[in-house]
Nanobody, 124 residues
Framework: QVQLVESGGGLVQAGGSLRLSCAAS????????MGWFRQPPGKEREFVAGISRNGGATYYADSVKGRFTVSRDNAKNTVYLQMNSLKPDDTAIYYC?????????????????WGQGTQVTVSS
């Protein structure tokens, strides 16, 4: 059973940057592909980025490609989401999720493990 805890959210102006972290415990982190999702106010939770369990492959939603970077440090049991050039449309609760697989799924229903979320608010 993997427990996930996100941190690093906050309020930032448009054009700014934030780095989210997700610390894992209770499992062998290197055996899990990891995903980042977000849920804007009044909308469905959507895929943002994913990373394979060895960090060799990354995947991004078109809306964040070129602005966000997902990475992981298996020695620290942590996955990161570096967010640059933030826009008001990026405002959402951001969640990390884990799945016991090599490649991260794109669908939220395929992830059994979730963090509690961290709020990101981008002001215009």
């Amino acid at each position: 059973q993997v427990q996930l805890v996100e941190s690093g959210g906050g309020l930032v102006q448009a054009g700014g940057s934030l780095r989210l972290s997700c610390a894992a415990s209770g499992g062998t982190f290197s055996e899990y592909a990891m995903g980042w999702f977000r849920q804007p106010p009044g909308k469905e939770r959507e895929f943002v980025a994913g990373i394979s369990r060895n960090g060799g492959a990354t995947y991004y939603a078109d809306s964040v490609k070129g602005r966000f970077t997902v990475s992981r440090d298996n020695a620290k049991n942590t996955v990161y989401l570096q967010m640059n050039s933030l826009k008001p449309d990026d405002t959402a609760i951001y969640y990390c999720a884990g799945e016991f697989s090599i490649i991260p799924p794109l669908g939220r229903d395929e992830y059994p493990y979730w963090g509690q979320g961290t709020q990101v608010t981008v002001s215009s």
